[in-house]
């Protein structure tokens, strides 16, 4: 069973950054999309970004474009995800997800990590 990792969450005050990683155990990593999906407390899990096995494509949601940035480092088995100019409405359990292809949708993840949260205070 491959397990993801994450790591980087914590509290943070609104304009402040935070850098997720997530390190997974699987052992062709390349071979992999992967992501973050992110639920806020009493909402709906939604995607977030999305990254080629390459790192060549990328997707976000609307929402964290040009403030979010995911890359992937496929010597070290690890996805980040750079977070600035945090907002209130950020604030959510942040999940790394595995997939075959970019995933926007759920159903497309083969992995979910435990989660990190991150809490970005007004």
Known sequence: QVQLVESGGGLV????????SCTTTERFFS??????????SGKEREFVAAISRSGMNIDYTDSVKERFTISRDNAKNTVYLQMN????EDTAIYYCVQSLVMARVQNRVK???QGTQ???SS
């Open 111 to 113: 992995y979910w990590g």
């Open 85 to 88: 100019s945090l907002k209130p």
């Open 118 to 120: 991150v809490t970005v």
């Open 13 to 20: 005050q609104a304009g402040g950054s935070l850098r997720l």
């Open 31 to 40: 071979s992999y999309a992967m992501g973050w999906f992110r639920q806020a």
